[in-house]
């Protein structure tokens, strides 16, 4: 059986090493497909890393963590969700089982008849993205809330560094002179 | 004539009907173009529903309310307010006049030498898609704010519960994994 | 030595002059090439010019200013920051340097070993395209914030007005008919 | 019941009036959509008539036919074959079956399990879209292979000129400065 | 040693199982990128299996041929030959060498100082996509040019007959309805 | 007076000279937009230098000859006819008239109610960019059908031996894998 899970993984953090590693160890003769969503976006504050780096954090934890059995896909966003699963369906191999706790993830699938199924949830207050950036660009914190080869990893990319230019607004002429 | 008016239609509600009701009495041999905007938009907060879902409940609230010679057409966004106009014009049958109450509609087709005129408000604070976008949501008093061939409709496709999906907010390590 | 300057120019101010004056002071032998960024945009607040405006009122100001060796280029933004500095390369004649104050910009090149300076502010607090929408729309004490070629030919676009237009929200049923 | 037929009508002929005539006879209770499809070409050999003329055609020759309940909608492409279906769900009312000889149509609606027919041919040497485009390139025979209201819409449009000047190559400096 | 292959793998056949076997051989400590091209496309005589679907079959015959270290990857065309490069960086998990021997690909990765190796061929005449294609659309002597796995795959997929249904043309009044 | 002249100048060739320097004389007092079109291109045979490239030579070329009042904008492609005109014009400054010698630019502009008019052709024969092409791939002939400052700027880019790498197609496992 193959499953499916969606996320931007913007980093790779240990909540998401926790729901790959409980699938994979459930469906241990299966395969689980990461689907790395919004893969066009990077350098901004949101998405702050590159699909590449995220397929690349999530193989470095993976192999730390001893989980095997997972294909990272990068897949960019098409902005048209009456299309949507389509697309991952032309993009990805085939599936058998969604896992998201998103609704409207939900929805979307089960319009087009395919099993969805809610992970459990791992201390999810500590454990989102949005919180490892914050912590990213005061650069306090970020450690421990990703696995330790992921932290090194973004050691290596220099990411509180990134992360602070992005945020950084200055005024005046050229102010406006961002891509 | 033939005239244009531009809506998102996120539903058709009265208000919609009763413009272009008034319309269609005052030119009866003419005939006026629907243009369903934001046609690529579906399943989000400010754009529910499909284009073809739009064009569907336009069709069945005019026949209900015995409106003809109004054609809907899907539209989907371009971004690119310096061609709209051209784009709109490409894709649509001719037409002589444009009627809407926004003021930039109203500039871009006017700098194109094309007619436009304002029709009437019908009790503008009641009739208006984003209340009643925000009654399917609560799921209480929107019936009465869309005809009846829309109500059923609405029902059928299971409206309210698609705007609440929509509208929850997952926190957790698949709470990013929105399409 | 080419030089790169990157703005929107919404619309191009008296900072945006002095520092483009300044630049080419400073390298008389070399020239100067301004990229006009968020081309495919127009008649929105935040960029209510189209480029070809933008171009024209660069030309004339620099015209009038007897400013020399400044070629301006529009560039459609890609939303792609990881192709954003190989997107500018294909696009532009060649450059050695590109002055910009903007961290995110400085990061992208530098990122592909691009010499990047800073310029020095030119009353900063005064001098930035957001005051200058904003008294447009007021349609009061902007003239003294552009180059009079500029100011003229603002007058002739009617600015002002067009200004109004793109900020007025008209509630009703043909609110959403925006393009 | 609801039917779809595909196809770019360029222009639309009489063996498509035929065929659309046809299925509404068949299913008198029923309604039929005309997707107008290639909808963002135009003043192209393949493709010279814009979606809105193509739409505009339609309505004509099935006003003059007597042939209701037809809904025409312009179809831009997209170039996913994988998300074509999908696509066009979003786009269009709610439909039961489509009609259609071409192998691929049938092989993506099939995947999708829609009900897919194939509708009789009428002398299919002759009504050929690709004909009628080459008579309105030479301007000769044409005027027969089309219902009497689109011949003379084609006419109001200069049709026989438009496809010359499409036509027609320059060698020389400026011969390569087509759109 | 990360090293990275192109291709368009339509389908995966024993030439591409060679070159990808040979280099793993070479490098067992290193890893090997599948850039999958043409993502986007499927369906058509060109590129008749989707991305997934080539994702899958690459899978398929590395495990038959206990080839590991492969990490495939769907990539779809920008068209902007300018910005390849910097997009496959973004995309792709940082890579050190690419394996190709077309001139322009070659090219486009030198200007960017990223080093370049030809791998040897492998029998060129018979190990092509294309004489795949055409045995697969004739159906006869295809199985022996892909792995065993890869065959039964596409056995699996009805591939013979989908060739086939895209090849055929239809002359008639829908023979212009394709997708 | 401003006038526009659209071309893709890959390579900008004495015959583009000639005509817009005999343009220029005809109105020194004023100017002459240049639209590099296609300028999402590059790297192909039809296509092979970018737009940044092609500014460059136009730049080049013009100080050589000494002919100023000319702007070189890079147009990239939309590929949607009916709105051509309208993205043009917001592109670029304002234009009184358009000189074409392809039919089709010209019905475009007309439909626009935009002056065209034809320029004289320069010995039409020689100077055509498809034979300037094939002399650059050949690597013989071509210097004389360039001005003396692109015959210089094309031997810096390398531009035969890009040519001939763009041209070359290598039959083998990764023969496919083109950008």
Redesign the interface.
């Known amino acids: 059986m193959t499953g499916l899970?969606?996320?931007?993984f913007?980093p790779f953090?240990r909540?998401?090493l926790?729901?790959v590693s409980d699938l994979r160890r459930a469906q241990p003769e299966g395969s689980l497909i990461l689907a790395v969503?919004s893969?066009?976006?990077?350098?901004?504050a949101e998405n702050p890393f590159?699909?590449?780096?995220r397929?690349?954090m999530i193989?470095r934890a993976l192999a730390e963590g001893r989980v095997n059995g997972c294909?990272?896909?990068?897949v960019?966003?098409i902005?048209?969700?009456?299309?949507?699963?389509?697309?991952l369906?032309?993009?990805?191999?085939?599936f058998d089982v969604v896992?998201?706790?998103?609704?409207?993830?939900?929805?979307?699938f089960e319009r087009e008849r395919i099993r969805v199924e809610s992970?459990p949830?791992?201390d999810?207050?500590r454990?989102?993205?949005e919180v490892v950036r914050r912590r990213l660009l005061e650069n306090r914190g970020w450690e421990e809330l990703v696995p330790p080869a992921v932290a090194r990893f973004l050691v290596e990319l220099g990411a509180p560094e990134?992360l602070?230019?992005?945020a950084?607004r200055?005024?005046?002429?050229?102010?406006?002179?961002?891509?």
Not at 5 to 8: L, P, Q
Not at 79 to 87: E, F, P, S
Not at 102 to 108: D, E, I
Not at 170 to 179: D, H, I, L, Y
């Open positions: 899970i969606v996320g931007r913007q953090h909540g998401h926790s729901v969503g893969a066009q976006e990077s350098f901004t590159t699909a590449g780096e397929v690349e193989q294909l990272p896909v990068p960019a966003d902005h048209r969700h009456a299309q949507w699963v389509a697309y369906r032309g993009l990805l191999p085939a896992y998201t706790n998103n609704p409207l993830t939900r929805l979307l992970p949830f791992v999810r207050k454990f989102q993205g990134r602070r230019r992005i950084e200055v005024k005046g002429p050229s102010a406006e002179s961002a891509p």
